[in-house]
């Protein structure tokens, strides 16, 4: 059970309850009645607890489990321990996140606005929005219905954002606009200035940056994340976009749909990503690039060429993935065979 001075569980769930939630089917001989009352994983499930099977790793644990309830691809189900009821689906790990939204669901918005948060009489908060001690909301922001806004964030002027969303504590949002269900963690930061300047004998002058943050629907923004603002276009997340934490996103970048960029990747200004392509940790782009829909770049890849839409790419400077590991091969194996004429000593 997870720690109930942070988690709230919701009331029991039938197994049929569980069934549809998850998109699977009852197993034969599970009763379509019986009380689901958490979700648990398979070493520490009891019998009240539903549990999932989602690698062949964990089959010993699977086997073993005292879990009451289990979600499992048909090909296992004979697998599983006699008393174990089986919820029967070709994603159990989808599954399990479905039922476990359900049974642990977002706090629903106070609809309160602390007094001791500072408002503009301009802004207009939409019904249902929460804002907590300590926000600072500026002239001319426009916040949509039921959102969140966590303590001491900073919302600067003319800044909108959708229904639904959630702006973690110490977050500051400056020209941009946000979509609905956007998920904003604690410290990141949208729409300050790109990095821009011109360089001459005399210096660097700056570059004004006349550009905003578009943030589409259904984006998850990590922790301590920035994303500037463009120089004159904009700096664009495509809708369902999945950014970790302390994610570096320069001015003009423009990411499609569905895009998942994992922690401490940078991308440098105007490079244009493809629809759900995929960032590995650490994986750094230079700018300008066109990285295609779907293409996939290793953690540390370092990126200086454009990338093909579906290709794989890893290593730094980065490669096609069966190139870079053919050469590997022939690295390591011409290493042995000179280790191997080296005389002894």
């Not at 960032?279 to 060429?305: E, F, N, Y």
């Amino acid at each position: 059970m997870a720690d109930p001075h942070f988690f709230s569980v919701a009331d029991p769930f039938s197994l049929g309850e569980i069934a549809r939630i998850g998109g699977g089917t009852l197993g034969p001989g599970a009763d379509p009645a019986r009380l689901v009352r958490d979700v648990a994983p398979l070493e520490t499930a009891s019998f009240d607890d539903i549990s999932f099977l989602d690698n062949r790793k964990y089959i010993p644990a699977f086997t073993a489990s005292r879990a009451g309830a289990c979600l499992v691809q048909p090909a296992l189900a004979e697998r599983a321990p006699p008393s174990m009821a089986l919820v029967l689906t070709d994603e159990p790990y989808r599954a399990y996140a479905l039922i476990a939204q359900a049974f642990y669901p977002d706090p629903v918005p106070s609809g309160v606005i602390d007094p001791r948060a500072v408002v503009d009489p301009s802004a207009r908060i939409g019904v249902g929005t929460e804002v907590a001690a300590g926000v600072v909301i500026g002239p001319r922001v426009e916040i949509g219905r039921r959102c969140t806004i966590a303590a001491l964030a900073v919302i600067d002027p003319g800044v909108v954002i959708g229904d639904d969303c959630t702006v973690g504590a110490h977050v500051s949002l400056s020209h941009c606009l946000i979509g609905h269900r956007v998920v904003i963690y604690p410290g990141a930061r949208l729409g300050q200035d790109g990095f821009g300047f011109a360089l001459s004998r005399d210096g660097y002058t700056k570059v004004p940056q006349l550009g905003r943050v578009i943030v589409g629907d259904d984006v998850e923004i990590g922790a301590n994340t920035t994303i500037d603002r463009g120089a004159g276009p904009d700096t664009i997340i495509g809708p369902g976009c999945r950014i970790d934490n302390l994610v570096q996103i320069g001015h003009n970048v423009h990411l499609g749909r569905g895009c998942v960029v994992v922690a401490q990747v940078g991308i440098s200004g105007s490079t244009r990503v493809g629809d759900f392509a995929m960032m590995g940790g650490q994986a750094g782009l230079i700018g300008h690039l066109s990285i295609g829909d779907g293409a996939r770049i290793g953690a540390q890849a370092g990126i200086i060429r454009d990338v093909a839409a579906g290709e794989t790419v890893v290593g730094s400077p980065a490669l096609p993935a069966r190139e870079y590991w053919r050469q590997r091969v022939v690295l390591e194996h011409m290493a042995r065979r000179d280790k191997a004429r080296e005389p002894e000593k």
